[in-house]
């Protein structure tokens, strides 16, 4: 198994950004799809983005596709997430997650074995 700790998150002010990190250990990282989720109070958690294993071939939920930049680094055993023009609809614990190659949608939460605990990014007007 893997475990994966976010960090990065904070208070920050509209139009800032942010960049989000998830640090992997354990078995082989490269082994596994990440993908990043977030969740704003009271709502459902959602799906942000996607990598896969080799980081060819990336998916973004329409809300952040466009200012947000997920990339991997699997010789650290790091995945990253970069916001740029954060609003404060992008407030949210963020969550990175695991999966090994599936067949399932990527925004299907079910698919992913491990996550992290979660980081806070609020976004002030």
């Known amino acids: 198994q893997i475990q994966l700790v976010e960090s990065g998150g904070g208070l920050v002010q509209a139009g800032d950004s942010l960049t989000l990190s998830c640090a992997a250990s354990g078995r082989t990282f490269s082994n596994y799809a990440m993908s990043w989720f977030r969740q704003a109070p009271g709502m459902e958690r959602e799906f942000v983005a996607y990598i896969n294993r080799i980081g060819d071939s990336i998916y973004y939920e329409d809300f952040v596709k466009g200012r947000s930049t997920i990339s991997r680094d699997n010789a650290k055993k790091m995945l990253y997430l970069e916001i740029t023009n954060l609003r404060p609809e992008d407030t949210a614990v963020y969550y990175c997650?695991?999966?090994?190659?599936?067949?399932?949608?990527?925004?299907?939460?079910?698919?992913?074995?491990?996550w992290g605990q979660g980081t806070q990014v609020t976004v002030s007007s």
């Open positions: 997650a695991a999966r090994r190659p599936h067949t399932s949608n990527v925004r299907t939460e079910s698919s992913y074995e491990y």
